[in-house]
């Protein structure tokens, strides 16, 4: 076998007999390549290297796909990422390595709306890092609130709301108490003075989304053209579509969006939070936009029963999660491949758009689609076994298997 020395001791790892979604399509007759925890150009090993596989698996005939970003959980497993405890870094860490059965290997824990206290506590323990063997990579936190709107306020606790007073971006600053792992802010673009709080934030490179919000459509064009780019669970905490102003839903068809600007959104596919009629509405007017998240709180992974999120306490029944004692909807028990599952059922959509809305287009929302999110040469190598299903069969981060489905499962 030809030395692979020139260029690297590490082994390539060739996986064989698969259809790899590459180019928005399940390609057949090609095989995926991976040394030091990226995908490799195999004809440069080839022609350049002169090289070959150290270890060949046989995929019998999977599907692989780039590995899952949840850009919107909350917690999972009985862990509240909206709660200050001492061990809150146990907990993160136990929730990153249970979503690896689900196929994320990637995500942006979320904290809804709390006190100051809890994010000047919480956010210091929250650090980006990169996935592997210990659990799913963190890629920032998601602010979801306070800057948010009492009239959909949801679940979010009313005595814990904000607005911006003079010093707006000072004001976030002070309640946030540092932004240096917060990847996503979700505020209500009909605040006064939320247009130099988007434009800073912008700056920074954090994304803006826009959420529990009763914004007319014009506000919501003003927050895009300052540099907003995401929707939190779009149809969930915000003015329903009407005719004659379709609020931050007419976003999805607006002729103002700045020139080379796409706008996000997020959609929780669960067959609770959105009826399958409004999903295929949003998927079929902007296809390129759709994110999905699960918004999963604690009682994910759990038995139903009572639970948290953040200040409240909140009743599982079945898929429904309410607000203890009330029919407010709070956040989900879904897993993010079920997720896939139901919008591809309740779409009719193909299985590689399916794989996309969960993947290439979380990256493309953050910016970081040239290394997650599709299987391109140079890219990481995290990435999923399905069978024809969309079941997950094993997760990979970085070229190695941190999770597969045991034979009994299967």
């Given at each position: 076998m030809p030395s692979n020395k020139s260029v690297s001791d590490a082994p390539i790892v060739q996986f064989t007999n698969c259809r790899i979604l590459r180019s928005h399509q399940l390609q057949r007759g090609e095989d995926l390549w991976v040394r030091e925890g990226k995908i490799l150009n195999p004809e440069k090993l080839f022609f350049d290297e002169k090289g070959s596989a150290d270890i060949q698996l046989d995929c019998k005939d999977s599907i692989i796909a780039p590995g899952f970003i949840d850009v919107q959980i909350n917690g999972g497993f009985g862990v509240d990422f909206s709660l200050a405890t001492d061990d809150f870094k146990s907990g993160i860490d136990l929730v990153s390595q249970k979503i690896l059965s689900h196929g994320v290997t990637s995500f942006?824990?979320?904290?809804?709306?709390?006190?100051?206290?809890?994010?000047?506590?919480?956010?210091?323990?929250?650090?980006?890092?990169?996935?592997?063997?210990?659990?799913?990579?963190?890629?920032?936190?998601?602010?979801?609130?306070?800057?948010?709107?009492?009239?959909?306020?949801?679940?979010?606790p009313e005595?814990?709301?904000?607005?911006?007073?003079?010093?707006?971006?000072?004001?976030?600053?002070?309640?946030?108490?540092?932004?240096?792992?917060?990847?996503?802010?979700?505020?209500?673009?009909?605040?006064?003075?939320?247009?130099?709080?988007?434009?800073?934030?912008?700056?920074?490179?954090?994304?803006?989304?826009?959420?529990?919000?009763?914004?007319?459509?014009?506000?919501?064009?003003?927050?895009?053209?300052?540099?907003?780019?995401?929707?939190?669970?779009?149809?969930?905490?915000?003015?329903?579509?009407?005719?004659?102003?379709?609020?931050?839903?007419?976003?999805?068809?607006?002729?103002?969006?700045?020139?080379?600007?796409?706008?996000?959104?997020?959609?929780?596919?669960?067959?609770?939070?959105?009826?399958?009629?409004?999903?295929?509405?949003?998927?079929?007017?902007?296809?390129?936009?759709?994110?999905?998240?699960?918004?999963?709180?604690?009682?994910?992974?759990?038995?139903?029963?009572?639970?948290?999120?953040?200040?409240?306490?909140?009743?599982?029944?079945?898929?429904?999660?309410?607000?203890?004692?009330?029919?407010?909807?709070?956040?989900?028990?879904?897993?993010?491949?079920t997720c896939v599952r139901h919008f591809q059922e309740a779409t009719g959509c193909s299985v590689e758009t399916a794989l996309e809305t969960a993947s290439l287009h979380p990256a493309q929302l953050l910016g970081i689609e040239h290394k997650k999110g599709t299987l391109n040469y140079d890219s990481d190598a995290d990435f999923l076994m399905l069978n024809d299903s969309l079941y997950v069969q094993a997760t990979y981060i970085a070229g190695e298997e941190v999770w597969r489905q045991d034979a009994l499962g299967m």
């Open positions: 942006c824990p979320t904290l809804v709306t709390s006190p100051p206290s809890v994010y000047h506590q919480v956010l210091p323990q929250i650090s980006i890092r990169n996935g592997g063997a210990h659990g799913a990579g963190i890629l920032g936190a998601h602010l979801e609130g306070p800057f948010i709107s009492k009239e959909k306020k949801g679940a979010h005595h814990c709301l904000r607005t911006f007073e003079a010093g707006a971006f000072q004001d976030l600053l002070a309640t946030y108490g540092s932004l240096d792992c917060v990847q996503i802010v979700t505020l209500a673009p009909e605040m006064k003075r939320s247009s130099e709080v988007i434009r800073e934030l912008t700056k920074r490179g954090i994304c803006v989304s826009l959420g529990h919000s009763v914004a007319n459509l014009s506000q919501a064009e003003e927050a895009v053209q300052h540099g907003a780019t995401f929707i939190t669970h779009l149809f969930n905490a915000m003015l329903p579509f009407h005719h004659r102003d379709p609020g931050i839903v007419g976003l999805l068809t607006s002729d103002k969006i700045p020139a080379g600007r796409r706008v996000f959104y997020g959609m929780i596919s669960d067959g609770i939070h959105t009826n399958p009629a409004a999903l295929r509405i949003a998927h079929r007017a902007h296809p390129k936009g759709l994110v999905l998240v699960t918004d999963a709180i604690a009682g994910m992974g759990l038995a139903p029963g009572r639970h948290t999120l953040g200040q409240q306490v909140v009743e599982i029944d079945g898929l429904n999660t309410y607000i203890a004692g009330t029919k407010t909807l709070s956040g989900s028990v879904a897993t993010m491949d």
